[in-house]
């Protein structure tokens, strides 16, 4: 069946400019993830949703960082007034709800701030 | 705080040789341990993962890994490295969230390297 999608792959941006990140988990996951992977910081988790709740924000860096899921399904990350440290490769996961559940993740969106 | 090390940085073997990449973790209950492998421009795929019972566990491409609570370890095996096994390898703990999720927490990663 169809994996983790996200959209765009890549995306370049001027400093100050919103940009917007989708994600398509997979279909009946009722968990969703977003990450972050950049050069200075790793690997590191941004925001959980269940269902179309997001119960743990505790990653966002910041309150430029916002996300939303409508209809159980699409996520959009938004970063707003983006700044050249929020370059970094963005993921997405999705997973069934237990702990024990693998996070199955898309390839990624490459931001890039000028 | 929970975490997890991968000590090296870099690795290189040459292909048909053995590979251990090094997984420390600190976590305070029962760690639900984890190894992705991520080739250059995609996502993280999952290997292997190890909940409960057997502590040597087997996963995808001929990976395995052993849990030693012991020595709080994870650490990934394979007998003969493929120059497809060419990639950054990284290990993980998942941490409970407030809502029944749960979010990984990953170690900074160890870049595989095969030679012909």
């Known amino acids: 069946g169809a994996g983790v999608s996200q959209s765009p792959s890549n995306k370049v941006t001027e400093k100050g400019k919103d940009v917007e990140l989708r994600c398509d988990p997979i279909?009946?996951?009722?968990?969703l993830y977003w990450y972050r992977q950049s050069l200075g910081q790793g690997l590191e988790f941004l925001i959980y949703f269940q269902g179309n709740s997001a119960p743990d924000k505790s990653g966002l860096p910041s309150d430029r960082f916002s996300a939303e899921r409508t209809g159980g399904s699409v996520s959009t990350l938004t970063i707003q007034r983006t700044q050249q440290e929020d370059s970094a490769v963005y993921l997405c996961?999705?997973?069934?709800?237990?702990?024990?559940?693998?996070?199955?993740f898309g390839p990624g969106t490459r931001l890039t701030v000028l | 705080a929970q975490s997890v090390t991968q000590p090296d940085i870099h690795i290189t073997v040459s292909e048909g040789a053995s590979l251990e990449l090094r997984c420390n973790y600190s976590?305070?209950?029962?760690?639900?341990l984890f190894w992705y492998v991520q080739s250059p421009g995609q996502g993280l795929q999952l290997l292997l993962k190890?909940?409960?019972?057997?502590?040597l566990v087997q996963g995808i491409k001929g990976f395995e890994a052993e849990f030693k609570r012991s020595q709080s370890s994870f650490n990934l095996r394979k007998p003969s490295v493929h120059w497809s096994d060419a990639a950054e390898y990284f290990c993980a703990v998942t941490i409970p969230l407030t809502g029944g999720g749960n979010k990984l927490t990953f170690g900074t990663g160890t870049q595989l390297k095969v030679e012909l």
């Open positions: 279909s009946g996951h009722t968990a």
């Open positions: 976590y305070g209950a029962t760690p639900y």
């Open positions: 190890y909940f409960s019972g057997d502590t």
């Open positions: 996961a999705s997973s069934f709800r237990q702990i024990t559940d693998t996070q199955y």
